[in-house]
């Protein structure tokens, strides 16, 4: 099972920018597809971006599209989100997570490990 922990979360105002990053440990991290997800308080956990291996493949949810990017460097064990013109309604807890499908999923429950979380908070 890989391991992994989120880091980058932080308060900004509407318009800023922030960097996730998700550092893996444990089993190969290039042998899994990497996902974001984000859980605001009184919701359900949604899909945000994810990843193929070899990052040529790349989904975003439409609400973060033309705004956020997900990358990865697996020399590096690591899995990146780049969010630009962050809006109040990006408020959350988001969280990386791993899935050994071959495919890119929007579902949680096709993840298999999942980091703590890192709050991200846009003030208006």
């Known amino acids: 099972q890989v391991q992994l922990v989120e880091s980058g979360g932080g308060l900004v105002q509407a318009g800023g920018s922030l960097r996730l990053s998700c550092a893996a440990s444990?089993?190969?991290?290039?042998?899994?597809?990497m996902g974001w997800f984000r859980q605001a308080p009184g919701k359900e956990r949604e899909f945000v971006a994810a990843?193929?291996?070899?990052?040529?493949?790349?989904d975003y949810a439409d609400s973060v599209k033309g705004r956020f990017t997900i990358s990865r460097d697996n020399a590096k064990n690591t899995v990146y989100l780049q969010m630009n013109s962050l809006k109040p309604e990006d408020t959350a807890i988001y969280y990386c997570?791993?899935?050994?499908?071959?495919?890119?999923?929007?579902?949680?429950?096709?993840?298999?490990?999942w980091g703590q979380g890192t709050q991200v908070t846009v003030s208006s």
């Open positions: 997570a791993a899935s050994r499908l071959p495919i890119l999923s929007r579902s949680p429950i096709q993840y298999d490990a």
């Open positions: 444990g089993r190969t991290f290039s042998n899994y597809i």
């Open positions: 990843i193929s291996w070899s990052s040529s493949l790349r």
